[in-house]
């Protein structure tokens, strides 16, 4: 392939879908050059910060600004080892949640909209000058996503989260999706195959594969 590759994600909130769209894309694109990842991770270290904070806090109060700044860590790793060095190789990267996560979880959910330019700031230097090409957002309404969720087992400690928080988080996705040259908003309220279809009919026709 000539040229440098695209960088496509696929975020939304928990329960929407982005794991069963990114492995159907996985089956779909096996052969063709394109490596998928997933924030926050992607690489050794950035998978010890995501155990990091996916850990139980053991009753410690911890704080908006202090999990910004870990996913923020989290994403400079991804982008300078992964992303960028893949994308200047030719090939695709498809991640599985990215910045916008970071908005809705961390600001919106949180009720700490206040951290805004904190964020700006802290994501321009993670993201290295590399944004997006394609910022795909699956959407559906939060109790449906709830329900998947338990009915899939095993939650979170952000799936636990109560209501307010996922329409918060669902609200800051779709509010901020216009920072991105491209922004595609996927209704997930439909079957999980049709979803699955419509992701992979975007990519494809996105990237020209
Ligand atoms: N469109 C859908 N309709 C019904 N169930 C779905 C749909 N999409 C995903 N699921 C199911 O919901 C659960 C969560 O899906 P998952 O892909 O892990 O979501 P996410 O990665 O966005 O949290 C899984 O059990 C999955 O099979
Ligand atoms: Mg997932």
Do not use: W
């Not at 992303?83 to 949640?97: A, F, N, Q, Y």
């Not at 805004?116 to 700031?121: A, D, G, I, R």
Request: glycine share 10%.
């Amino acid at each position: 392939m000539n040229g440098r590759g695209k960088f496509v994600v696929i975020d939304g909130g928990d329960g929407t879908g982005k794991s069963s769209a990114v492995l159907h894309l996985v089956q779909e694109l096996k052969g063709m050059p394109v490596l998928f990842t997933r924030e926050p991770g992607g690489t050794v270290f950035a998978e010890q910060i995501r155990d990091l904070l996916l850990q139980d806090r053991k009753g410690e109060h911890v704080f908006a600004e202090t999990e910004l700044m870990l996913f923020s860590a989290a994403r400079m790793q991804h982008m300078g080892n992964t992303v960028i060095p893949t994308l200047k190789e030719g090939r695709h990267v498809i991640s599985d949640r990215f910045s916008l996560s970071t908005i809705a979880y961390q600001l919106y959910g949180n009720g700490r909209g206040d951290l805004v330019k904190f964020f700006e700031m802290l994501d321009t230097v993670a993201v290295s000058g590399c944004v997006p090409d394609l910022y795909i957002v699956l959407d559906v309404d939060t109790d449906t996503a709830l329900l998947r969720r338990q009915k899939a087992g095993g939650l979170t400690r952000f799936d636990k989260k109560a209501a307010d928080f996922h329409r918060a988080v669902r609200a800051g996705f779709l509010e901020h999706l216009n920072r991105y040259p491209y922004g595609v908003v996927v209704d997930a309220s439909k079957s999980e195959v049709e979803v699955q279809q419509e992701v992979l009919k975007i990519v494809k026709n996105f990237l020209k594969i």
